[in-house]
């Protein structure tokens, strides 16, 4: 069993910048797959970005690409999120996820096992 928790949301201005992180505890290994999410009011929990076990491999949702960046610290057991350039748009709760992989990443909510409780992640001036 992996319990993965969230932190680093908050209030920011546009413009702005945050980093999440998720850390993970339970296994021994960080033999999974990661992704974040996000949810804002009445609308469909949302991929962001993936990254594959090793860190090599990373995809992003077309409307963050070239604004946030995904990695991951396994010897800390730790997934980041660096949010650049935010908007009010993306305002939302923030959810980690993972999945037992060798390899591979996941961009849909249905690949995943684990997920955390989700941090908010507010951009308004």
């Known amino acids: 069993q992996v319990q993965l928790v969230e932190s680093g949301g908050g209030l920011v201005q546009p413009g702005g910048s945050l980093r999440l992180s998720c850390a993970a505890s339970?296994?021994?290994?960080?033999?999974?797959?990661m992704g974040w999410f996000r949810q804002a009011p009445g609308k469909e929990r949302e991929f962001v970005a993936a990254?594959?076990?090793?860190?090599?491999?990373?995809d992003y949702a077309g409307s963050v690409k070239g604004r946030f960046t995904i990695s991951r610290d396994n010897a800390k057991k730790t997934m980041y999120l660096q949010m650049n350039s935010l908007k009010p748009e993306d305002t939302a709760v923030y959810y980690c996820?993972?999945?037992?992989?060798?390899?591979?990443?996941?961009?849909?909510?249905?690949?995943?096992?684990?997920w955390g409780q989700g941090t908010q992640v507010t951009v308004s001036s």
């Open positions: 990254i594959s076990v090793s860190g090599g491999l990373t």
């Open positions: 996820a993972g999945r037992t992989a060798d390899q591979g990443l996941g961009t849909s909510p249905t690949w995943y096992e684990y």
């Open positions: 339970g296994r021994t290994e960080m033999n999974y797959g």
